[in-house]
């Protein structure tokens, strides 16, 4: 069995059908094992037989479509490839705190084989550089302001809605729990 985690887009704890517990129901009914929620944002951690990643991300998201009436994304990393992309270390020397975010934007599985890093800057945003192993944007955003970076809208307009960004605290939190339940 190979641990994953579904970084779910668009997740509202405020909606009844979007809860933790009815987003671990789905992934049970799927027969998934180990299944657990990280915060109450998206990030489910599940253990299955192993295979690719666009065929969960499609499995899992049409069963969210179907029993929650959740349309948005779902993009699948399994333990491995998130445990190498903690221990490579990108934001070496940078600290995530209440003005200064690191965030890592996730893309779906083989959704875009060409990326390429904004030609326009960002006085907001800091790009640290494109992770192609784990498939993310990984970026500094300066909080200090209530604007937007522009960099997310850039984001946003590049690849649509085969992304989601989690904070670095999250990636963490997430690996750490696939490690727990093992």
Same mark, same amino acid.
């Given at each position: 069995?190979?641990?994953?985690?579904?970084?779910?887009?668009?997740?509202?704890?405020?909606?009844?059908?979007?809860?933790?517990?009815?987003?671990?129901?789905?992934?049970?009914?799927?027969?998934?094992?180990?299944?657990?929620?990280?915060?109450?944002?998206?990030?489910?951690?599940?253990?299955?037989?192993?295979?690719?990643?666009?065929?969960?991300?499609?499995?899992?998201?049409?069963?969210?479509?179907?029993?929650?009436?959740? %349309?948005?994304?779902?993009?699948?990393?399994?333990? *491995? +490839?998130? #445990? /190498?992309? =903690?221990?490579?270390?990108?934001?070496?020397?940078?600290?995530?705190?209440?003005?200064?975010?690191?965030?890592?934007?996730?893309?779906?599985?083989?959704?875009?084989?060409?990326?390429?890093?904004?030609?326009?800057?960002? %006085?907001?945003?800091?790009?640290?550089?494109?992770? *192609? +192993?784990? #498939? /993310?944007? =990984?970026?500094?955003?300066?909080?200090?302001?209530?604007?937007?970076?522009?960099?997310?809208?850039?984001?946003?307009?590049?690849?649509?809605?085969?992304?989601?960004?989690?904070?670095?605290?999250?990636?963490?939190?997430?690996?750490?729990?696939?490690?727990?339940?093992?």
């Amino acid at each position: 069995m190979t641990m994953y985690a579904a970084l779910l887009r668009g997740i509202m704890p405020s909606n009844p059908n979007m809860s933790n517990e009815k987003l671990r129901g789905v992934f049970t009914g799927l027969g998934f094992g180990s299944v657990a929620s990280v915060l109450a944002s998206g990030n489910i951690v599940f253990a299955a037989e192993s295979t690719s990643s666009a065929e969960l991300e499609d499995r899992i998201q049409e069963a969210l479509n179907a029993e929650l009436g959740i %349309p948005g994304g779902t993009i699948i990393r399994d333990h *491995a +490839e998130l #445990r /190498a992309l =903690l221990d490579r270390d990108p934001f070496a020397g940078y600290t995530h705190g209440r003005e200064t975010y690191l965030t890592a934007t996730f893309f779906k599985d083989a959704a875009h084989p060409r990326v390429e890093l904004p030609t326009e800057s960002d %006085p907001l945003t800091k790009v640290v550089g494109y992770d *192609a +192993e784990a #498939r /993310a944007f =990984l970026s500094i955003s300066d909080n200090s302001t209530p604007r937007t970076p522009n960099f997310m809208a850039w984001l946003d307009r590049n690849y649509g809605k085969d992304i989601t960004t989690r904070t670095w605290l999250t990636v963490q939190r997430i690996v750490k729990k696939m490690e727990s339940v093992k």
